[in-house]
């Protein structure tokens, strides 16, 4: 069951109670018979490591792909991003060769 804190308005009497969530919220202090408000307050959850923020993911260059996706690089990325040796056309000198090894 979760803890519910009040306030109330006229006296300042602060409390908490335990409350179920199908129960309806307490509109009457204890004490003065005052007007009751709920008191909200952060959440106690710590994010600890890496990856709960935007930021935490993406790399210092503005780049479109994933952070996930830019660790693995696939092959044609990889390939594209590689100076490319063009196939280089056959020497003379082992075309001529060849002929000759063959006569």
Do not use: I, N, W
């Not at 409390?15 to 909200?40: A, I, M, N, W, Y």
């Amino acid at each position: 069951m979760p803890t519910y804190a009040y306030t109330c308005t006229v006296c300042a009497h602060s409390f908490d109670v335990h409350q179920s969530f199908d129960d309806s919220p307490l509109t009457v202090c204890p004490e003065c018979s005052g007007r009751l408000r709920k008191v909200f307050s952060p959440v106690g959850v710590v994010f600890k490591g890496s990856g709960f923020y935007r930021t935490d993911a993406r790399s210092s260059s503005k780049s479109t792909v994933p952070a996930a996706s830019a660790a693995t690089p696939s092959p044609a990325a990889s390939s594209a991003s590689a100076p490319s040796k063009a196939p280089s056309a056959p020497s003379t000198t082992s075309t001529s060769s060849a002929k000759a090894a063959s006569a």
